[in-house]
């Protein structure tokens, strides 16, 4: 049983290092938002991860969490936010749908956080009113993108054999 345990190749997932990578903000209606009587904004979030090896031989990736936050008041944007959050992970996992998973929903549930409170103080900084970012499931997320993957590789070569024929 030991040897058959041994064949079995390990997930490996160790945090080495979080950082901002790129922020910025932008106000472009300030000062006079800070007037405004019924000012009621309309907040956008978009999120996006992306990753790539630094060392393949011991696994080391950077994976980059992006956040946009956009506040619009009858359709002038009132302040824009972006954060590019990053960490450097090792990362090996027990088959490569297992790493995919873990670059791709694991490691930005890590990151999350700290760009959660970079957002916040980028905009508490601008003046405006302390903003949270509410919970993201990264794990639906990946599993939304895998298959809407899927589904645009059977729409583009419906006849086409699938990779593991």
Not at 25 to 40: C, G, H, L, N, Q
Not at 42 to 53: C, F, G, I, N, S
Not at 129 to 149: I, R, T
Request: proline letters at 6%; glycine letters at 4%.
């Amino acid at each position: 049983m030991a040897d058959t345990a041994a064949e079995i190749p390990k997930s490996i997932f160790h945090l080495h290092q979080v950082f901002v990578k790129d922020a910025s903000f932008e106000s472009p209606r300030s000062p006079d938002v800070f007037t405004w009587k019924d000012y009621r904004p309309e907040t956008e979030v978009d999120l996006k991860a992306q990753h790539h090896e630094i060392d393949a031989k011991e696994h080391i990736h950077e994976v980059i969490l992006k956040g946009t936050v956009t506040a619009r008041h009858e359709e002038q944007v009132v302040f824009l936010a972006e954060v590019q959050q990053a960490g450097v992970f090792t990362v090996q996992g027990s088959n490569p749908e297992m790493q995919e998973m873990m670059l791709e929903a694991a490691c930005p549930n890590v990151l999350f956080p700290f760009m959660r409170e970079t957002i916040a103080g980028l905009i508490s900084k601008g003046g405006f009113p302390q903003f949270l970012l509410g919970p993201v499931n990264f794990d639906a997320m990946y599993l939304q993108k895998k298959e809407q993957a899927a589904q645009a590789a059977k729409d583009n070569g419906a006849e086409a054999p699938a990779a593991n024929d």
